[in-house]
């Protein structure tokens, strides 16, 4: 069994349009003929989603046949029902997601015609639920579990509580996702409880205080992390592949096919939640990697094939 402790959120993106070119006036034509040429404006693309980086995690590893049982809390609002409609059809174990008094998660961001986010939003107040006592509470799920999850949207002190706890329970591997630089930094002091991190470039800079913009800073960080007794450590570099290292085992992988102006958002979960289950089926760091990165390749691809936001 896989317990996933993380967010759930809502994430509402607009995505801005080009500057029309500016249109002289034709003072020739009558009033009819001004109405005619008129077309109906074209609706603003805005997309609505339940995501969050546990939620997402949760959802690829259901839907790949897993048993899941996700630890989250949502809101006792539209937004929140609708989150968790959306996790009974994909077959995530509900019983210790948690509907509190609130409003669920939400961010709202702008993005710019290169897939870019311009301006970001969020209310993430009820996360700070997801307390030490919220986790005693589901003890008897992560002691059952064979791996356990953790997002970095959570508090430091759930965080550094669940690494302490768990992490060196037998039987029981530890992975941890940053889920942003904050993630990252919250989690400095609690390494050597960790199975697994799966941080971006940016994050893993953060998280080890290295500089990483080559293969040798990539494996310089690798080191770090294995001498802080981390078993695998898995590195995604936006839109340039991942590095991957577990022992004297590592490497690094690229992507066959560049993905132009692709907005990467959502990829790195992907990449987490193939390498749990890669981890799952008893894969080594290589075909774990190897894994993450055909799994995010084709996210990306498609996102850039349907052109359009998530």
């Given amino acids: 069994m896989i317990a996933v402790i993380g967010s759930t959120k809502v994430n509402i993106g607009m995505k801005m349009r080009l500057p029309e070119p500016e249109k002289k006036e034709d003072f020739t034509k009558s009033f009819e003929e001004i109405a005619a040429e008129q077309q109906k404006p074209e609706d603003d693309e805005i997309i609505a989603e339940s995501c969050g980086c546990g939620f997402n995690v949760a959802k690829r590893l259901s839907k790949d046949g897993f048993n899941v049982k996700f630890l989250s809390v949502v809101g006792n609002d539209i937004i929140g029902r609708a989150a968790i409609e959306e996790m009974q059809e994909c077959g995530i174990d509900i019983g210790a997601v948690k509907v509190l008094d609130g409003i669920t998660p939400i961010s709202v961001q702008q993005y710019n015609i290169l897939g870019d986010v311009e301006t970001d939003r969020s209310n993430e107040v009820l996360l700070s639920e997801i307390t030490p006592e919220f986790i005693d509470e589901n003890a008897a799920v992560l002691n059952e579990s064979d ?164």
């Avoid at 994050?203 to 802080?228: D, H, Q, V």
């Fill in 147 to 310: 791996i356990v999850f953790i997002d970095g949207s959570l508090s430091r002190e759930t965080i550094e509580y669940v690494a302490e706890n768990y992490g060196s329970k037998d039987g029981i591997k530890l992975f941890f996702d940053p889920a942003g630089v904050k993630g990252a930094l919250k989690a400095k002091a609690v390494l050597d409880g960790f199975y697994c991190v799966l941080p971006g470039r940016i994050e893993a800079e953060n998280m080890t205080g290295l500089t990483i913009l080559s293969e040798a800073e990539l494996e310089a960080a690798g080191r770090y992390f294995c001498e802080k007794g981390v078993s695998l450590t898995i590195i995604t570099m936006k839109g340039g592949g991942l590095y991957f290292k577990s022992g004297e085992e590592e490497g690094i992988l690229r992507p066959e096919r560049i993905i132009s102006f692709a907005k990467t958002r959502g990829a790195g979960d992907v990449v987490s939640a193939a390498a749990v289950a890669a981890a799952a089926e008893g894969k080594c760091a290589g075909e774990i990697g190897k894994i993450g990165m055909e799994k995010a390749a084709e996210f990306l691809a498609n996102i850039e094939d349907k052109n359009y936001i998530e």
